[in-house]
């Protein structure tokens, strides 16, 4: 906490705007990466998740085959029960016509295949439904572990940003946003898919920053990326990580830089969009909106790279 400082007179003074602004400063490089590990953990479990939901499905059809042979496996065990596994062959044997005879006995013959592969079906489906079993309990585990994670990680970022809000409020700064903004048009210099990425985000501007958002009425940085880049035609991952890393072959110079590129700052806490005319739009942070902004000096000493999708 910033610390008081105490008057002549007794009483505590207010910490200067200037602390106030440093120590916000402070929080929101913290915030940046706290928010960028809650999204990690939030993906792995939305991932555990998802495969756990399809596996218990898998697991609902496998349950219902392998009832299946059961009931078959049942029915030849009380026929074998009643007549023998070869239940009427004497009377076949001794039948005057050896040619009617041979072709019962081949059909028993038959019968007792289709009895050992039913067998053998059901032994086979009955390991793979264990198998199955083991690995959806594992990811189960993982599920678990991740959403643990999630828990951990939120209640870190929720800290922050009560103190983020308290501070941004003692500086008379704190924009709370609309989650309905209509937003402003975008007129700059792009063409096609980084276009039609580009009026999207453009079309955001104004609606608040809140972490973990995806839209529609509130974002964060690579929630604003991956909504908008959807809408240009292009599927990216969620966090800031997982789109600097999906780039890493589409990695281009910040000297050459193009309308839509994806701008990543030192660290990959935060990200923003390139519009064009030296211009980034980007959900800020905490108490702030969905804005553009110069990219002057500032902004580009704190790029780490670019990435073209």
């Excluded at 705007?17 to 928010?35: F, S």
Aim: glycine share 10%.
């Amino acid at each position: 906490m910033i610390a008081l400082a105490a008057t002549p007179g007794g009483a505590l003074a207010e910490p200067s705007p200037a602390k106030v602004r440093a120590k916000l400063v402070k929080l929101n490089e913290q915030a940046d990466q706290l928010v960028e590990r809650y999204n990690q953990a939030n993906e792995a479990y939305k991932s555990a998740k998802k495969k756990h939901d399809a596996l218990n499905a898998e697991l609902g059809r496998k349950d219902a085959q392998v009832a299946d042979l059961r009931e078959e496996l049942a029915a030849i065990a009380s026929t074998s029960y009643q007549t023998g596994p070869f239940g009427g062959w004497p009377a076949f044997a001794l039948r005057d016509d050896p040619e009617t005879a041979l072709s019962s006995m081949a059909s028993l013959e038959q019968l007792a295949q289709d009895r050992a592969a039913k067998i053998l079906a059901y032994e086979a489906a009955t390991k793979e439904l264990r198998d199955r079993r083991a690995e959806a309990q594992r990811v189960v585990s993982a599920a678990d572990d991740a959403r643990d994670k999630v828990r951990d990680e939120k209640a870190k970022v929720d800290k922050l940003v009560k103190e983020q809000t308290k501070l941004l409020r003692r500086l008379g700064t704190f924009r709370a946003g609309d989650p309905n903004s209509p937003g402003i048009e975008y007129t700059g210099p792009a063409s096609g898919n980084a276009r039609r990425a580009l009026q999207f985000a453009f079309a955001q501007v104004g609606k608040p920053y809140r972490y973990g958002g995806t839209g529609p009425g509130s974002y964060d940085c690579s929630g604003l990326t991956q909504a908008a880049w959807r809408s240009g035609g292009v599927e990216l991952p969620r966090t800031t990580w997982t789109q600097w890393s999906w780039g890493a072959s589409r990695r281009v110079p910040l000297d050459a830089l193009q309308p839509g590129d994806l701008l990543f700052s030192k660290g990959l806490g935060h990200m923003g969009m390139y519009a064009g005319n030296g211009k980034m739009v980007h959900a800020p942070q905490t108490g702030d909106v969905i804005k553009v902004v110069d990219l002057d000096d500032y902004w580009r000493t704190r790029l780490l790279g670019a990435v073209r999708p």
